[in-house]
């Protein structure tokens, strides 16, 4: 691809829409608007053109800290790419900087594997990553919508995350606010989760006595049947099962 280095006018300059960050922070452009200050772009922009306007590949934070300081152009690389090829620009250069969130890295590779057609192993390989890695930043994509927003705004980290695909659906809200309330971290969310999963298994009631219960109602269904006047209570514990049986004089 051709490129070359020149100063553009900020307004002449248009987002990429495929750009993977969602989320810039005022803090973070604010300090990098007073180091570009004091320090100069010290790297410049990518663009590419597009009609009468120059769209970025990347370098959208130094972009937006320019703008805050009132500066009229910006030097940039301009590079001649395709719609593709600037969505993978985009994309890669984001996440070898490694300065998005977890969220818009599972987002992004995503997108790549999508743009690319390419499987998790190849990606990995492109990105100088585990498989693995590739495929624990995937499987957050699986998380509702509030937990992926907690991550994304730091309320919990990628690994309370990973532990919390551990929890089944429908306890899972319900560990999401005592992880957070709580604040715990990461080895007492890990230790809270494997103390629930443990429990859970725990009252789970085996095959055999599966069989026990399902013969005692069925007796019961029989006394029913023959006009005995009764009714059944069956309660489980985490280490033992009551059954109460009572029948009318």
């Known amino acids: 691809m051709k490129k070359e280095i020149v100063r553009i006018k900020l307004d002449k300059i248009i987002p990429n829409t495929n750009q993977p960050r ?53 030097e940039a690389i301009v590079m001649e ?13 984001n996440l070898q900087r490694e300065d998005l969130n977890a969220i818009e890295q599972a987002m992004a590779m995503k997108r790549i594997m999508r743009i690319e057609d390419l499987t998790q192993n190849e990606l990995a390989d492109r990105l100088g990553y585990k498989q693995s890695t590739v495929a624990n930043k995937l499987r957050l ?8 927003k907690a991550i994304s705004s730091g309320t919990i980290t990628e690994r309370h995350a990973r532990a919390l695909l551990n929890v089944p659906e ?27 999963t443990e429990r859970s298994k725990n009252r789970g009631v085996s095959n055999n006595l599966r069989i026990g219960i399902n013969t005692i109602s069925e007796a019961f269904e029989l006394c029913k049947k023959s006009g005995i006047d009764a009714d059944m209570q069956v309660t489980e514990y985490e280490d033992n099962v009551k059954i109460v049986i009572r029948m009318k004089k």
């Open 22 to 74: 969602l989320d810039f922070y005022d803090d973070s452009i604010k300090g990098l608007a007073e180091s570009i200050r004091q320090n100069g772009l010290l790297q410049p922009v990518t663009v590419r053109k597009k009609g009468d306007k120059y769209e970025l590949i990347a370098g959208e934070r130094r972009y937006r800290a320019c703008l805050l300081n009132g500066a009229k152009d910006i």
């Open 81 to 93: 790419s395709t719609d593709e090829e600037s969505a993978k620009l985009a994309l890669i250069e």
């Open 141 to 148: 994509l699986k998380l509702p919508d509030y937990i992926k």
């Open 170 to 196: 429908d306890k899972l809200e319900e560990v999401f606010l005592t992880i957070t309330n709580r604040k715990y971290n990461v080895s007492k969310t890990e230790e809270y989760i494997k103390q629930l």
